[in-house]
């Protein structure tokens, strides 16, 4: 059963910086494509960024600038660095990887706020 465990939430002020963090429990290079999905209360989830195998790069319009997406093999983990946080990059933040099938974390909260 594959396992993906997110870390690195909290409570920032506007402006500031957090990463994110996604370990899994096998090899990430057997994946097709790894991401980051937030979701507001009241709204729908959403993609935030999204890495390939290959090594390409999505963005949500709303992140592009801000946000940096990377994974590291050798750790079996993902990042998501958050920089510029606003009030409205506030959610649960979900890690996500396809292989044959669709993996999600639990989730970690971000909350911007002052």
Not at 27 to 54: C, H, S
Not at 81 to 96: A, F, I, R, W
């Amino acid at each position: 059963q594959v396992q993906l465990v997110e870390s690195g939430g909290g409570l920032v002020q506007p402006g500031g910086s957090l990463r994110l963090s996604c370990v899994a429990s096998i090899m990430i290079n057997a994946f097709d494509a790894m991401g980051w999905y937030r979701q507001a209360p009241g709204k729908e989830r959403e993609l935030v960024a999204r890495i390939t195998e290959g090594g390409s790069l999505n963005y949500a319009d709303s992140v592009k600038g801000r946000f940096i997406i990377a994974k590291e093999n050798a750790k079996n983990t993902m990042y998501l660095q958050m920089n510029s946080l606003k009030p409205e990059d506030t959610g649960v933040y979900y890690c996500h990887s396809a292989a044959s099938r669709n993996y999600w974390g639990r989730g970690t909260q971000v909350t911007v706020s002052s």
